[in-house]
């Protein structure tokens, strides 16, 4: 099944349209790349499923069922999370403070919190430093930040907005390994990217957007 399906989704901003009667999949266990020129309408697309814009037509499945995705909120609650190409932290907070904030745990320990941000880190290979401030981190120690943010939520869907813009080549190869544990795992991910080299090296199907319009997979 499906972990994800987009049916028609049409999208437009006054006269322009950014995206047009787009339908693709995602499923479990795998990693999608997005592949299309600036402009191709990939970012407009994925903020749909993330909640942040709402689309004029077509529907959104989630795990087989239609759902109404009208905020981040709502799309957490179908387990699905954008890491956004710029990051969204507070730089005085610590990795875990930034991760947590927003979650309604009662009753709430940051101690409880470092221990499950420590678990997801080792599970899937992430190097993080739990009580590290934002603002002494490296851009992609940042990064592992919103990642672990999104997991710690729950989610099994995770959409990343060209993740690479900002990494050395190393960087990016530690974080290809980490998506590779994710997919093994059972997440579906998808990466919006237009390097062609790097949508060779991980992703297992490769959608294709061009000017709004979905050419094909």
């Known amino acids: 099944m499906n972990a994800l399906e987009l049916r028609n989704i049409t999208k437009t901003f006054g006269s322009i349209v950014a995206n047009k009667n787009v339908s693709l999949d995602v499923k479990a266990h795998e990693i999608l790349a997005i592949l299309g020129e600036n402009g191709s309408g990939k970012t407009t697309l994925m903020n749909m499923i993330a909640g942040i814009y709402h689309p004029d037509s077509g529907e959104i499945l989630v795990g087989g069922e239609h759902v109404t995705i009208a905020s981040p909120r709502d799309a957490f609650q179908y387990k699905i999370g954008m890491i956004h190409q710029h990051f969204k932290l507070v730089d005085v907070f610590t990795a875990t403070e930034n991760i947590v904030l927003g979650i309604d745990e009662k009753p709430y ?18 190097e993080i430093d739990p009580k590290k401030k934002v603002y002494e981190m490296s851009v992609s120690e940042k ?9 710690y939520r729950g989610a099994d869907i995770l959409i990343l907005d060209e993740p690479t813009a900002v990494l050395t080549p190393q960087e990016t190869a530690k974080l ?14 998808i990466i919006i990217t237009h390097k062609l080299h790097e949508v060779m ?9 061009r000017k709004g319009e979905y050419i094909g997979t």
């Open 176 to 189: 290809f390994a980490v998506l590779r544990r994710m997919r093994d795992d059972g997440k579906a991910i």
């Open 201 to 209: 090296s991980i992703s297992d199907r490769v959608a294709v957007l």
């Open 143 to 151: 990064q592992t930040v919103e990642i672990v943010k999104v997991l």
């Open 109 to 126: 320990s940051l101690k409880n919190s470092m221990k499950k941000v420590a678990e997801i880190s080792e599970k899937y290979g992430f």
